[in-house]
């Protein structure tokens, strides 16, 4: 995973530039590595959209969207200048042909003035089922044939169920190389979830404990305090699994659960991957009860603040059964691995907004402290918590001051914004620059995405053919349904809940 190259002479082409997402995460994220001077000193940015708008035009919405939504704050006139003369517009429908032909003389203009050619990043900014069309126009007019030089970066959602995701990924591969294509899931740039690999792999101090005869069990989090809100018309086609599970929290755990690789190229921590959703083991559909809890928020307060249901949102059905809360026990049927549960959740309007990673190392084998000294004890806990304070803590027990023998639990914390004096990066920094480079190791390949959806295929199957007769049932600022407890409670365990985001990095407390 070589991070220390600057790119090749590039030229970054953003289907849908006049969009949300360009203009909220692509365009800060972009001029952020231009101030880091990472950026190849030959780039060329082009925006494609069907708004009929001038090159200026077009630069000005940009800088309003840097100035809101950059790490740094609001741009400075003469650095915003310099970064905005690599900026150019092409308005035009993007099925139409003379839109494809128009973009192919502006790319052959930009080798002819550099004197070389460079390599072509096609960005597909646009709804999921716009995909196939703007792909099918750089294979018919032959702008993505160089597996060198081209590149196709694609927005999740990759499908909506296993059956699309293979339609996709079949149609994708019959245009392009594999290596072409840059599946883009956003939470793999996070800082914290690429440290997962450092942390294991860098450190000889977990590994040989990194397994079932030690660790009890695995519980990964990523709560959200606000509802739907406006998206409520593409949540309505999505809810909590799809767009959280299928994605985020299956990555988080194959990080969490891989085997150590040989080295980091990009294939070989991909097939590390691969191996441990392989591994999953399959939900039987008249088993989905057991291992799956689904639910939805209804009306409430979220501290001063109202709160709608989630069906009195915009866009959503007034009997929808779409779930915005899903918990799932997941088991990894391999050596280091089985029996030892993997606890799921990810849900809207919940207490706090945190993501995080739990794991629960099992009892001392014997204990042989006197009852009087372990009222307080507890077993060892690792949390590793990707957001909002990344920071990873390790709850040892030691002993209380005094004359007695008394245990109790004591944290060792590592923050990273105590640790490291610089801010860092946003994901997609991250994620745009190893699109420039070459580098795949953090981008989900076709074998990836339909072994993700295989796991949590049962679940969306009984989900759909029985709607939830009980929602919405769990309250906004609460931690999700009643049954989401039980599903820990039947193995005796409970989850971890963590301090409001505002207290210090790493900071847990327990609740029952």
Not at 223 to 237: F, I, L, N, P, Q
Not at 434 to 457: C, N, S
Request: aromatic share 10%; charged share 25%; proline share 5%.
């Amino acid at each position: 995973m070589e991070r220390n190259n600057q790119p090749q002479p590039t030229v970054f082409v953003i289907f849908g530039a006049s969009g949300d997402l360009a203009w909220r995460k692509l365009i800060p994220a972009l001029y952020n590595l231009y101030l880091d001077d990472e950026l190849p000193k030959r780039l060329a940015i082009l925006g494609i959209g069907r708004k009929a708008i001038s090159d200026e035009e077009f630069r000005a919405h940009l800088r309003d969207g840097v100035d809101q939504f950059s790490r740094r704050g609001k741009t400075e006139k003469k650095s915003w200048d310099e970064f905005a003369a690599h900026l150019n517009y092409l308005a035009g429908d993007l099925a139409e042909k003379q839109t494809g032909t128009a973009l192919a003389e502006q790319l052959r203009q930009f080798d002819q003035t550099w004197g070389l050619e460079a390599n072509r990043i096609f960005y597909l900014a646009i709804p999921p089922a716009l995909a196939e069309t703007v792909a099918g126009q750089l294979a018919r007019l032959e702008l993505c044939k160089d597996c060198r030089r081209d590149r196709l970066v694609v927005e999740k959602p990759f499908g909506h169920d296993l059956a699309s995701a293979r339609a996709l990924d079949l149609t994708l591969t019959g245009m392009f190389s594999e290596n072409q294509i840059y599946r883009i899931d956003h939470y793999l740039g996070k800082e914290t979830v690429q440290n997962l690999l450092a942390f294991r792999f860098a450190n000889a101090l977990f590994e040989p404990i990194w397994d079932r005869r030690y660790i009890d069990h695995v519980q990964i989090t990523v709560a959200e305090t606000v509802g739907v809100g406006s998206r409520g018309g593409y949540y309505e086609h999505a809810g909590a699994l799809r767009d959280m599970v299928q994605n985020h929290l299956l990555q988080i755990l194959c990080l969490i659960a891989m085997e150590s690789p040989v080295s980091f190229d990009a294939d070989e921590i991909r097939n590390k991957k691969v191996d441990v959703l392989r591994a999953i083991h399959p939900i039987k559909p008249d088993k989905v009860h057991q291992y799956a809890v689904r639910g939805q928020y209804g009306k409430g307060q979220i501290g001063t603040q109202k709160t709608p249901g989630y069906r009195q949102e915009e866009g959503v059905a007034p009997d929808s059964s779409t779930e915005t809360f899903a918990a799932l026990r997941l088991f990894i049927d391999n050596w280091r691995w089985q029996g030892v549960p993997f606890y799921l959740r990810t849900g809207k309007c919940l207490a706090d907004k945190v993501s995080q990673v739990s794991i629960l190392f099992r009892p001392v084998p014997h204990q042989s402290f006197p009852a009087s000294a372990v009222e307080n004890w507890q077993p060892n806990r690792l949390v590793i918590r990707i957001q909002p304070e990344e920071g990873i803590t390790l709850r040892i027990q030691a002993k209380q001051p005094g004359t007695r023998m008394v245990l109790a639990p004591v944290d060792m914390q590592f923050c990273y914004s105590d640790a490291f004096n610089t801010t860092a990066p946003e994901a997609y920094e991250t994620l745009l620059l190893d699109v420039m480079r070459g580098d795949a190791t953090l981008f989900m390949r076709a074998d990836q995405v339909e072994k993700a959806w295989e796991v949590i295929a049962p679940v969306l199957e009984s989900w759909t053919s029985v709607p939830a007769g009980d929602f919405p049932d769990y309250r906004p600022g609460s931690w999700g349904p009643e049954a989401a407890a039980a599903l820990l409670t039947q193995d005796g365990r409970n989850w971890f809940e963590p301090v409001a985001s505002s207290a210090k990095c790493g900071e847990q407390e327990d609740k029952e």
